[in-house]
């Protein structure tokens, strides 16, 4: 038998976010071990179902040893970061010997006495089980790549799809790969090419133009003889590290000069695009007018500035506010806030309510939204979403929730803890069906759309303000590349 490990964390850090990743709140999503991990990823679609699946290979053992995720927010604590290393490595370390080993990584992870925290953790495992024993790593498309994850991992495959619904597909690609590397059928060399070029987050999403013809780029070329994995990296933006921006990764079969090339390929073809990659998005008014203007909905209204998925609070109220001044009624959607919840907990269903809600986190995510109305239904925020999501995720857990109807014709859905628009079922668990709604804010920017799109008679991407903002000049960046584009417009690339 091949006795592959698997461990590791995944998170995306917002060093903008004033919320820092903190111990207990991993914790708290919780710390797994094998048999925790099977029961809660084995029949999802995500990046540890993928390494699972590997052992369809009848000579093949994946054994689950310790996994933590949490939701985008801020960087990661110095002591959350210490104990989730150590208790990966300890878990590998005790479990081995090994034949290889599975990281399920997002790259986007940034701690505090470690700005890649993802580059560190993969140079951790090298370290500890020695030159020869293959590592597989499977990223997320946003990650910003370092050269240090290159340099101790053999094979890394990258999701290549925004929103995310190829994550098992890119895992078991690894996992399969790694396995091959095993067996000694391939010799696994990789080419990382790192063009200056930031893609805005409103151009991520790989069905539409441009990265649509850049993901046509890519799969031509992954037909070559020799191409063993090829990977358009988008980045992430909201991370304020050396690495922010696009990647390109090139794995061949013992030909460097051919992964090299061809990672040089997607780099330059990027390039050209580079204007088309960074488009802006609709203003709140605008936006708010054409949705209520339209004969009938869903109209849905991506509130870009509180991206969930991306380190935002889910608790904004600019959309919120300006449909009270505008006139418009009828929005649905979801929004952060404990201390609400209580309150209608304590009220109880068909209890009326007065309530300023979200706009608790900062000023830069709006203030407190005042409503007057009837809680319709309560839960306990679990759901299950059996469909496409991003991310492959099966189950979700938003904390007590509570639904609102307002005076003034809203309805709101009250959560406990963060969460995007990541599934209908965040609605429909409380009573409230989204194809009737005339318009739905959908929290996040691309995460939302497998859920969203099959349903939308339109879909508008709003300029709201909030630490994912589609406008990246309100941003201090301190550690980013110099230059780099579009911050710097007159930049030299290639050479």
Same mark, same amino acid.
């Given at each position: 038998?091949?006795?592959?490990?698997?461990?590791?964390?995944?998170?995306?850090?917002?060093?903008?976010?004033?919320?820092?990743?903190? /111990?207990?709140?991993?914790?708290?999503?919780?710390?797994?071990?094998?048999?925790?991990?099977?029961?809660?990823?084995?029949?999802?679609?995500?990046?540890?179902?993928?390494?699972?699946?590997?052992?369809?290979?009848?000579?093949?053992?994946?054994?689950?040893?310790?996994?933590?995720?949490?939701?985008?927010?801020?960087?990661?604590?110095?002591?959350?970061?210490?104990?989730?290393?150590?208790?990966?490595?300890?878990?590998?370390?005790?479990?081995?010997?090994?034949?290889?080993?599975?990281?399920?990584?997002?790259?986007?992870?940034?701690?505090?006495?470690?700005?890649?925290?993802?580059?560190?953790?993969?140079?951790?495992?090298?370290?500890?089980?020695?030159?020869?024993?293959?590592?597989?790593?499977?990223?997320?498309?946003?990650?910003?790549?370092?050269?240090?994850?290159?340099?101790?991992?053999?094979?890394?495959?990258?999701?290549?799809?925004?929103? *995310?619904?190829?994550?098992?597909?890119?895992?078991?690609?690894?996992?399969?790969?790694?396995?091959?590397?095993?067996?000694?059928?391939?010799?696994?060399?990789?080419?990382?090419?790192?063009?200056?070029?930031?893609?805005?987050? /409103?151009?991520?999403?790989?069905?539409?133009?441009?990265?649509?013809?850049?993901?046509?780029?890519?799969?031509?070329?992954?037909?070559?003889?020799?191409?063993?994995?090829?990977?358009?990296?988008?980045?992430?933006?909201?991370? %304020?590290?050396?690495?922010?921006?696009?990647?390109?990764?090139?794995?061949?079969?013992? %030909?460097?000069?051919?992964?090299?090339?061809?990672?040089?390929?997607?780099?330059?073809?990027?390039?050209?695009?580079?204007?088309? $990659?960074?488009?802006?998005?609709?203003?709140?008014?605008?936006?708010?007018?054409?949705?209520?203007?339209?004969?009938?909905?869903?109209?849905?209204?991506?509130?870009?500035? %509180?991206?969930?998925?991306?380190?935002?609070?889910?608790?904004?109220?600019?959309?919120?506010?300006?449909?009270?001044?505008?006139?418009?009624?009828?929005?649905?959607?979801?929004?952060?806030?404990?201390?609400?919840?209580?309150?209608? $907990?304590?009220?109880?269903?068909?209890?009326?309510?007065?309530?300023?809600?979200?706009?608790?986190?900062?000023?830069? *995510?709006?203030?407190?939204?005042?409503?007057?109305?009837?809680?319709?239904?309560?839960?306990?925020?679990?759901?299950?979403?059996?469909?496409?999501?991003?991310?492959?995720?099966?189950?979700?857990?938003?904390?007590?929730?509570?639904?609102?109807? &307002?005076?003034?014709? *809203?309805?709101?859905? /009250?959560?406990?803890?963060?969460?995007?628009?990541?599934?209908?079922?965040?609605?429909?668990?409380?009573?409230?069906?989204? $194809?009737?709604?005339?318009?739905?804010?959908?929290?996040?920017?691309?995460?939302?759309?497998?859920?969203?799109?099959?349903?939308?008679?339109?879909?508008?991407?709003?300029?709201?303000?909030?630490?994912? &903002?589609?406008?990246?000049?309100?941003?201090?960046?301190?550690?980013?590349?110099?230059?780099?584009?579009?911050?710097?417009?007159?930049?030299?690339?290639?050479?």
């Amino acid at each position: 038998m091949i006795r592959i490990a698997t461990a590791g964390f995944m998170h995306e850090s917002n060093t903008f976010s004033r919320v820092p990743a903190s /111990l207990d709140k991993f914790r708290r999503t919780g710390f797994l071990d094998g048999p925790a991990i099977r029961a809660e990823y084995a029949t999802s679609r995500t990046t540890l179902a993928g390494f699972l699946a590997a052992a369809e290979d009848k000579e093949v053992e994946v054994v689950p040893l310790f996994y933590t995720r949490l939701t985008p927010m801020g960087a990661i604590t110095a002591e959350a970061i210490e104990t989730i290393m150590e208790h990966a490595l300890a878990a590998i370390r005790d479990g081995g010997p090994w034949d290889a080993i599975l990281l399920p990584q997002h790259g986007a992870a940034v701690s505090v006495p470690y700005p890649d925290a993802d580059g560190e953790f993969i140079r951790r495992v090298r370290e500890l089980v020695g030159p020869s024993v293959p590592i597989g790593v499977a990223l997320d498309m946003h990650a910003n790549v370092s050269a240090q994850m290159i340099a101790n991992a053999d094979i890394t495959t990258v999701y290549q799809t925004t929103p *995310h619904i190829d994550a098992y597909e890119q895992a078991l690609l690894c996992a399969r790969l790694v396995v091959r590397m095993v067996r000694g059928e391939i010799r696994p060399t990789t080419a990382l090419e790192m063009p200056p070029l930031s893609v805005n987050i /409103l151009n991520h999403g790989t069905s539409d133009e441009p990265m649509a013809g850049l993901l046509r780029v890519a799969e031509a070329q992954r037909r070559r003889p020799g191409v063993l994995s090829l990977s358009v990296v988008e980045g992430y933006s909201y991370a %304020d590290v050396a690495e922010t921006g696009m990647s390109f990764i090139a794995v061949t079969d013992n %030909d460097p000069a051919l992964a090299k090339e061809i990672a040089g390929i997607l780099a330059s073809a990027a390039w050209a695009q580079r204007d088309a $990659l960074n488009t802006g998005g609709t203003p709140i008014d605008a936006a708010l007018l054409r949705a209520a203007a339209a004969p009938q909905g869903p109209m849905v209204l991506f509130d870009v500035g %509180d991206n969930v998925g991306g380190g935002s609070p889910g608790d904004s109220t600019w959309l919120l506010h300006a449909a009270r001044r505008l006139g418009v009624s009828g929005l649905m959607q979801a929004v952060g806030d404990g201390a609400a919840v209580r309150a209608c $907990l304590a009220a109880g269903i068909g209890g009326r309510v007065s309530l300023a809600v979200g706009g608790k986190t900062d000023a830069l *995510h709006g203030t407190p939204f005042p409503i007057s109305g009837v809680v319709t239904a309560l839960s306990d925020g679990r759901y299950e979403e059996t469909g496409p999501t991003h991310g492959g995720a099966r189950f979700f857990d938003d904390g007590p929730s509570a639904a609102v109807h &307002t005076d003034d014709g *809203h309805d709101l859905v /009250l959560i406990t803890h963060p969460g995007g628009t990541a599934s209908l079922q965040q609605f429909r668990t409380l009573g409230l069906e989204p $194809l009737a709604a005339k318009i739905l804010i959908a929290k996040g920017v691309q995460s939302p759309r497998p859920a969203v799109e099959p349903i939308a008679r339109e879909m508008i991407w709003v300029a709201t303000p909030g630490v994912t &903002t589609a406008d990246l000049t309100t941003f201090d960046y301190r550690h980013r590349r110099v230059p780099l584009f579009p911050f710097e417009r007159d930049v030299a690339y290639p050479g």
